[in-house]
């Protein structure tokens, strides 16, 4: 089975800009959860979604969001991006999402300028 | 919510040595895994243990569930084995993985 696959990679944006990373879970799986990695923070939960619904939400702004689509794919979007926002950004895969074993992506480096 | 705890948080090593990480747990948790986290920043899955023994090759972990630790055995270290290594434990009241801090591992040939 392939794993957890992440787009793009590396980001560069500029303060005030948007963007949308891309995460597709290994195939049956229909949890995926989302982390924040920051030198300062460590990792950090922004969301879950489990068969398109938000399951849990972390404590992060609103400029954060997700979604998930019918065939278990998800997106996260951060609006008005702050310097603060460059992270990686991971995505996790899950056959059950509740204490199941969580399977990880590579990641999406994002950097804010 | 639940609070992970990892120790040491730095640990040097010779090639060839063991070594012992620890990590607490402040509540009773649905999953427990264990982490490497490879250059490039990928997780890479080691065990997932809520409770027992498992070994896979020189790696091995237990976790006892009633004391609320998790342990991971690295036996003969390999510099190849440098790198950081989380636990992060799953809760249903949190429905979430929290992850520890990390332990940073470096094996010196």
């Known amino acids: 089975k392939a794993g957890v696959t992440q787009t793009p990679r590396y980001l560069i944006k500029t303060r005030g800009q948007q963007v949308t990373l891309s995460c597709s879970p290994i195939s049956g799986h229909r949890s995926v959860s989302w982390y924040q990695q920051t030198p300062g923070q460590g990792l950090q939960f922004l969301f879950e979604y489990f068969s398109e619904t938000q399951r849990n939400k972390g404590n992060f702004p609103g400029r954060f969001s997700g979604r998930q689509f019918s065939n278990s794919r998800s997106e996260m979007n951060v609006s008005t991006l702050e310097l603060g926002d460059s992270a990686l950004y991971l995505c996790a895969s899950s056959s059950t999402g509740s204490g199941g074993e969580q399977f990880f992506g590579p990641g999406t480096r994002l950097t804010v300028l | 919510g639940i609070q992970v705890e990892q120790s040491p948080p730095d640990l040097i090593l010779q090639e060839g040595a063991n070594s012992t990480l620890r990590c607490n747990f402040s509540?009773?948790?649905?999953?427990l895994q264990w982490f490497h986290q490879n250059p490039w920043g990928q997780l890479i899955n080691l065990f997932y243990?809520?409770?027992g023994t498992k070994q896979n090759g020189r790696l091995s972990a237990t976790t006892v569930a009633t004391e609320r630790y998790s342990l991971l055995y690295i036996s003969s270290s390999q510099t190849t084995d440098s790198g950081v290594y989380f636990c992060?434990?799953?809760?249903?009241?949190?429905?979430?993985?929290?992850f520890g801090k990390g332990i940073t591992l470096s094996v010196r040939p």
């Open positions: 243990i809520p409770s």
């Open positions: 992060a434990a799953y809760t249903g009241a949190n429905s979430k993985l929290t």
């Open positions: 509540d009773s948790v649905n999953n």
